[in-house]
């Protein structure tokens, strides 16, 4: 009996044994499972981080070889543009310099032009030599007749006037038989300005490409391809930024000149530029006029106020118009147009050169003087200053 409760207790505990190391085997089987399992996670993460990185680097490098490919192909573009831009340009301002010697050196002029210069080449030649003209047909044809006769017959016996097929206006003239003339053609003459002012248009175009700001790239059109402003058109540029960014690309001494007429003292006597100069001049021939018929109206010596220029005939009649207009505004009015034809006239001749860039900049700050005009605001002003000259009556 006490035999089988002892096999029966050992078989107990041998039961309990398996089932303690069972369930340790399975624990541990568990937590080998669970670390492996984690580590499987942890490189499957890392992996998946790697790969996310790598992914998004290859992207950010696509994304940047496409935007320097697609730079590149936009400053190729830009370089293209301005290429193109100069080429026409060029062909325009050539085309403009034939078209206007072609008008300006024909029929009358061309005839007038011819004759004193061969008078003079007789007059200072060395020994006897014959000339040979080379023309265009049309004017050979026009000026064969009429030309000839205005010439002395020993002159006329030494000239041969020759159609020369490439010759479309203007003229060569040289000794017959040299093979060297004197080119007035209006290729030769577009030809010879161009190697002085192309250049100009290729400094331009180049320095294009360095300006990105719109008011700046303004200023340089303004001041190498001929801007004409408007009297009535709105203002393009106040006065104050288009001084700041002409610092930035004129040289000291141009911009000092451009800065001296910004207070527009017309009262200086010494200026740097002649077109500065007959400017004020006839500024204060307008200003003497007027003070001259407000005095009169005062009962007032004119002399006494009248300084420096003495005014001419259209000086007077401009100041009486604007002295007998029904309101100052219209005066002001006049007065501006007169300033502005002025100008019109002393830019005539003037396409490259700083002399161009300040009549703009003379012409920007009427602009700007009329932009602060104000109906509304000036009747407000008047309104104040008669509500307080009455508030002050008995």
Request: net charge negative; with cysteine; charged share 35%.
């Given at each position: ?14 039961i309990?044994?398996i ?9 541990r ?7 492996e ?9 890392n ?24 730079k590149m ?18 062909e325009?301002?050539d ?9 300006v ?34 004017d ?11 010439l002395?017959?020993e002159?006329k ?14 003229f ?24 002085y ?18 008011n ?20 393009p540029i106040?006065?104050?930024d288009?001084?700041?960014?002409c610092?930035?690309?004129?040289k ?22 002649d ?6 001049r006839?500024?204060?021939g307008?200003?003497?006029?007027l003070v ?9 010596e ?12 259209s000086q007077?009649?401009?100041?009486e ?13 006049i007065?501006?147009?007169a ?8 830019e ?7 002399e ?13 003087r ?5 109906t509304?605001k ?11 000259g ?5």
């Amino acid at each position: 009996m006490k035999s089988e409760e002892n096999s029966k207790t050992n078989l107990d505990d041998l039961i309990q044994k398996i089932k303690s190391e069972g369930i340790e085997e399975a624990e541990r089987k568990s937590e080998e499972i669970i670390k492996e399992t984690e580590l499987t996670a942890s490189k499957i993460l890392n992996k998946a981080r790697q790969d996310a990185r790598a992914i998004t680097e290859e992207a950010e490098e696509e994304i940047r070889k496409k935007e320097s490919a697609s730079k590149m192909a936009l400053e190729q573009a830009a370089r293209d543009i301005i290429l193109s831009v100069r080429t026409s340009l060029t062909e325009i301002f050539d085309s403009l310099i034939k078209k206007e010697y072609k008008k300006v050196l024909s029929g009358k002029t061309l005839e007038t032009v011819l004759v004193k210069i061969i008078e003079g080449w007789q007059k200072n030649k060395m020994g006897d030599s014959n000339l040979e003209l080379l023309l265009s047909e049309s004017d050979r044809n026009s000026l064969f007749e009429g030309f000839l006769s205005k010439l002395n017959e020993e002159i006329k016996t030494g000239i041969e006037l020759k159609v020369h097929p490439n010759i479309e206006g203007g003229f060569r003239i040289g000794i017959k038989g040299s093979h060297a003339y004197y080119d007035f053609t209006d290729e030769g003459i577009a030809d010879a300005l161009a190697e002085y002012l192309n250049p100009r248009f290729y400094d331009f175009i180049d320095s294009l490409k360095k300006v990105q700001n719109s008011n700046e790239r303004t200023v340089l059109l303004c001041h190498y391809i001929i801007a004409k402003p408007f009297l009535n058109e709105e203002l393009p540029i106040k006065k104050n930024d288009f001084l700041v960014i002409c610092k930035k690309y004129l040289k000291e001494t141009d911009f000092k000149i451009l800065e001296s007429v910004s207070s527009f003292d017309v009262e200086r006597d010494e200026v740097p530029l002649d077109v500065i100069k007959r400017l004020f001049r006839w500024e204060r021939g307008v200003r003497n006029a007027l003070v001259r018929l407000r005095a009169v109206r005062l009962g007032l010596e004119p002399d006494e106020f009248v300084r420096g220029d003495i005014f001419d005939h259209s000086q007077t009649l401009l100041a009486e118009e604007a002295f007998n207009a029904n309101s100052p505004l219209m005066a002001e009015e006049i007065l501006n147009k007169a300033r502005w034809r002025y100008l019109d006239e002393l830019e005539f001749g003037h396409y490259f050169d700083i002399e161009r860039l300040v009549i703009f900049f003379i012409k920007l700050q009427i602009l700007e003087r009329i932009s602060l005009f104000d109906t509304e605001k000036g009747r407000d002003a008047l309104d104040a200053v008669v509500s307080k000259g009455a508030a002050g009556t008995d």
